[in-house]
């Protein structure tokens, strides 16, 4: 084997294992923005089961708030709609629905003494207000996951391996403008 033989294939062998490096890494960003996403979903289907439970506590004391009670539970199917099936924009728009919802009850809650002495509401507040903030906090941790994924699949060389391989953009979990701002449950209470 000639000399010029021996570096075509040395060449070649370094071009594949930077392929399969380049290849590789693709891969991790794509599982990191599908494990992000996960960590979402678990905090939605928590709040998503105990959503039934404060709409019930409150359905004791506010029995003329019906209306925001029903807004507050069709909000909560439209998130688990767009949560089963993965459609980010419209978690979006659904997560702005359900936190107006419950702002709007939480507020309402302010005319019911009995409402915010009871143990289970206090409880069922406080709780829903972590997963609230639990969310927000995954929810930052996935836009950067899904940011360096698109990042990378964008930038060359990784574009080749990426557009071969069909590696897809994943989407931003955006919310309106009105979502942005920050629902402080605790203040509604005070």
Same mark, same amino acid.
């Given at each position: ?6 570096? +075509? ?10 392929? *399969?490096?380049? %290849?590789n ?7 990191? +923005?599908?494990? &992000? ?10 709040r998503?089961?105990?959503? $039934? ?5 409150c359905?004791?004391?506010?029995? %003329? ?24 924009? &419209? ?6 629905g359900?936190?107006?919802?419950l702002?709007?009850l ?6 019911? $003494? ?23 906090d995954?929810?930052?941790? %996935?836009?950067?996951?899904?940011n360096?994924?698109? +990042?990378?699949?964008?930038?060359? $060389?990784? *574009? ?5 391989? /069909?590696? $897809? ?13 920050? +629902? ?5 209470? /005070?």
């Amino acid at each position: 084997m000639s000399l010029t033989a021996v570096i +075509v294939i040395v060449v070649l062998v370094l071009l594949g294992a930077y392929a *399969v490096s380049l %290849y590789n890494g693709l891969v991790r960003l794509k599982h990191g +923005v599908s494990k &992000a996403w996960s960590n979402i979903d678990v905090l939605l289907k928590q709040r998503h089961d105990e959503l $039934p439970k404060l709409v019930e506590t409150c359905k004791q004391y506010m029995q %003329y708030e019906g209306s925001t009670l029903e807004r507050v539970i069709a909000a909560r199917s439209a998130v688990a709609s767009a949560r089963e099936q993965q459609d980010v924009s &419209a978690l979006g728009k659904a997560e702005s629905g359900l936190r107006a919802g419950l702002g709007q009850l939480f507020a309402l809650a302010e005319n019911y $003494p009995e409402l915010k002495a009871n143990d289970s509401f206090q409880h069922l507040q406080q709780r829903i207000s972590g997963l609230e903030n639990g969310i927000a906090d995954r929810r930052e941790l %996935y836009n950067e996951a899904v940011n360096l994924n698109n +990042v990378r699949i964008e930038q060359f $060389p990784d *574009v080749i391996i990426a557009r071969m391989f /069909n590696f $897809p953009a994943a989407e931003l979990l955006v919310f309106s403008d009105a979502e942005k701002a920050d +629902v402080d449950m605790k203040s509604l209470f /005070n």
